[in-house]
């Protein structure tokens, strides 16, 4: 059975509620996932948003949130989690505001899409600092047994 990643307050390629965006209280969706592989050793999560910063015209790939090193045996994340109160052993890397931990979505023209990642990681990884997004890839690189995705999305009104 493959790797699943859900969350209970939006469907894969719906709309993500106000609430967790720049434009409500910002705070970080409630995730849930099953089916973690056996060979994994830790989990990791990054939510990114291909479309920056117009969907029309993209020139980058931003990033809201990066962690890594979750215990395998989690089973999510509850909504509005921070860095008190992350699962044991988990580490944050930043986001593309420099800032650890959630940053909402907030795009400046048209409809985004933000791609929830969850991967399955054969290692621990070694503390990496505050690693960006491009680093975590790269100590996860040959590593990864499985992944899943959620995609949200968002427009400003």
């Known amino acids: 059975m493959s790797m699943v990643l859900e969350?209970?307050?939006f469907q894969s390629g719906g709309a993500i509620?106000?609430?967790y965006t720049c434009d409500g209280t910002n705070i970080?969706?409630?995730l849930a996932w099953?089916?973690?592989p056996p060979a994994a050793k830790s989990l990791a999560l990054v939510v990114d948003d291909p479309d920056a910063p117009d969907p029309a015209a993209p020139k980058t790939t931003w990033v809201h949130w990066v962690l890594y090193d979750i215990p395998p045996g989690t089973i999510g994340l509850p909504q509005a989690v921070g860095a008190i109160?992350?699962?044991l052993g988990t580490r944050e890397g930043l986001n593309d505001w420099q800032r650890n931990g959630y940053g909402g979505p907030c795009p400046p023209i048209?409809?985004?899409r933000y791609f929830f990642k969850l991967y399955?990681?054969?290692v621990m990884l070694p503390d990496l600092g505050k690693p960006n997004k491009a680093r975590l890839e790269a100590a996860m690189e040959g590593?990864?047994?499985e992944r899943a995705e959620l995609i949200g999305l968002y427009q400003r009104t």
């Open 17 to 19: 509620p106000t609430a």
């Open 34 to 36: 099953a089916n973690i």
């Open 28 to 30: 970080s969706p409630p």
């Open 85 to 87: 109160n992350l699962p």
């Open 7 to 9: 969350s209970s307050v």
């Open 110 to 112: 048209g409809r985004h």
């Open 120 to 122: 399955a990681v054969d």
């Open 143 to 145: 590593h990864i047994v």
